[in-house]
């Protein structure tokens, strides 16, 4: 009996790690292009998306992007969680599976390169 649940057990952690392993990977599918240009329309009353920005810098409340994308550890997962997760002092933004691709793959280009 404890075999059996064990072997479930497994096999759901698998069903559910293996995505998870792959949204690490930094060729998840979304375009950085098009993620700064999503995060320029609608990111920048908020955040310093880029330092082309036309939003004023003075009203940056939250964390630049290029911060966030250098900070220890920083993954597509972790971005894709955060994202999918409930922030007080963020708007409950609710974005398209390619939007939230497409934003990460922009965070993480900002990411500089040892």
Same mark, same amino acid.
């Given at each position: 009996?404890? *075999? *059996?649940?064990?072997?479930?057990? +497994?096999?759901?952690? +698998?069903?559910?790690?293996?995505? #998870?392993?792959? #949204?690490? @990977?930094?060729?998840?599918?979304?375009?950085?292009?098009?993620? *700064? $240009?999503?995060?320029?329309?609608?990111?920048?009353?908020?955040?310093?998306?880029?330092? *082309?920005? +036309?939003?004023?810098? %003075?009203?940056?409340?939250?964390? %630049?992007? @290029? $911060?966030?994308?250098?900070? &220890?550890? /920083?993954?597509? /997962?972790?971005?894709? #969680?955060?994202? #999918?997760? &409930?922030?007080?002092? /963020?708007?409950?933004?609710? +974005?398209?599976? @390619?939007?939230? $691709? @497409?934003?990460?793959?922009?965070?993480?280009?900002?990411?500089?390169?040892?």
């Amino acid at each position: 009996m404890t *075999r *059996r649940w064990l072997t479930a057990g +497994l096999g759901a952690f +698998l069903a559910v790690a293996t995505p #998870a392993v792959w #949204a690490q @990977d930094s060729s998840f599918g979304g375009d950085p292009q098009a993620g *700064r $240009a999503f995060a320029l329309e609608v990111c920048t009353p908020c955040h310093v998306v880029s330092s *082309r920005q +036309l939003a004023p810098f %003075r009203f940056a409340i939250a964390p %630049r992007f @290029d $911060a966030i994308a250098n900070s &220890p550890g /920083m993954t597509s /997962m972790a971005l894709k #969680a955060f994202l #999918a997760t &409930p922030h007080k002092s /963020m708007p409950n933004l609710i +974005l398209s599976a @390619d939007e939230s $691709a @497409d934003v990460i793959a922009y965070i993480l280009s900002l990411q500089k390169k040892p």
